[in-house]
């Protein structure tokens, strides 16, 4: 576990109360019921602006505070434990690192403040088929006169409806590259996903949408892409933490109440073993989410290796969890009325994002040279 500063320690608690208070799972369920468009209520995701949520990883001189992705993550395992839906972790973490790692000063002062204001909502639209495949795409940017031309298709665009900027990976004469793109561009249509998550999923497709020579961003000596993949995934892991640990807290709250033969069924031996072998991957799966984050704020060079295994040990553990949540409470776990099915919803969405277990191990063994 890592030692949090006395800074990261006060937003922990900070988010803590926050969303215990003010944003718990109950009014996921309530959004979810209305049906809304977006994915999330737009007064939460205002009051997380206000917070300064927004600006923990950008610099003072764009209007943030510059805290870094440790503290960045201990908000979103907080927002995990209660499936608080907003644009928070695809703007101000996916969103702002694009621009941070790969944009020119034009780029920065045009977009992080307004990242942090909330005023400009930005998330990543990598992928096209059913699976996560950053290198296999096929949306390409030509030269044009007075600058780019954009075709092709994504699916499964994170806040792809709320989004006010799209990050686009696209090929250029064979490379990779991110370019910025308007979502209210000429030849953007976007269309709503009704996934089981309840969140704000789209499909876009670009038919010859215009962009000028200051769309394009670019990491020099380095793949941009990647870059910034390994960064949403130490992120997301840390979300993904958060999800699994409140789904352990349920199971062993109802271990702990739950009788059945005049005894509490946490005293039964099997069950017991259970909970406990649950705990162990749960420390585990903390100490290599936390390592990811540390490893890319003190500019580690294993970031990428860090970022695979933090997803593939807290991938599995979140797997196992929300099935444990739903077997564990029976018959009540399956009902739509109990909250577990939020959870085992949320869980199997996350572990597809950006790449599910069997991607990161391949992955974390090929960087290891296997």
Known sequence: MAALTEEQSMLKDQATSWVTEQAPVANFRAMRDTGEALGFDTETWQTMVEMGWTGILIPEAYGGSDLGYLTFGVVLEQLGRELTASPLFSSALVGATAVLLGGGDVQKKHYLPKIVDGSEVLTLAVDEGPRHAPQDFE?????????????????????????????????????????????????????????????????????????????????EGGDLLEAVLDRARAGLGMEMLGTALRAFDMTVDYLKTREQF????????????????????????????????????????????????????????????????????????????FDAGFYLKRARVLESLYGNQAFHRDRYARLLGF
């Open 262 to 337: 005049g005894r509490v069924i946490g005293s039964f031996q099997a069950l017991g073993h259970r909970a406990a072998a649950l705990f162990m991957k749960s420390e585990l799966s903390r100490s290599c989410a936390e390592a990811a984050l540390q490893a890319i704020d003190t500019d580690a060079p294993n970031v990428p290796e860090m970022s695979s295994l933090s997803m593939s040990k807290v991938g599995d553990f979140l797997h196992e969890m929300s099935n444990q949540l739903i077997q564990i409470h029976g018959g009540i776990g399956m009902t739509d009325q």
């Open 139 to 219: 949306t390409t940017i030509t030269s044009s006169a007075g600058g780019f031309v954009l075709n092709g298709a994504k699916t499964f665009v994170p806040e792809g409806m709320a989004a006010t900027t799209l990050v686009v990976a696209a090929q250029s004469a064979g490379e990779s590259t991110l370019v910025l793109v308007p979502a209210d561009a000429a030849g953007i249509t976007r269309e709503r996903l009704q996934t089981v998550d309840s969140r704000g999923y789209a499909n876009v497709r670009f038919d010859g949408v215009e962009l000028g020579p200051e769309a394009v961003l670019s990491l």
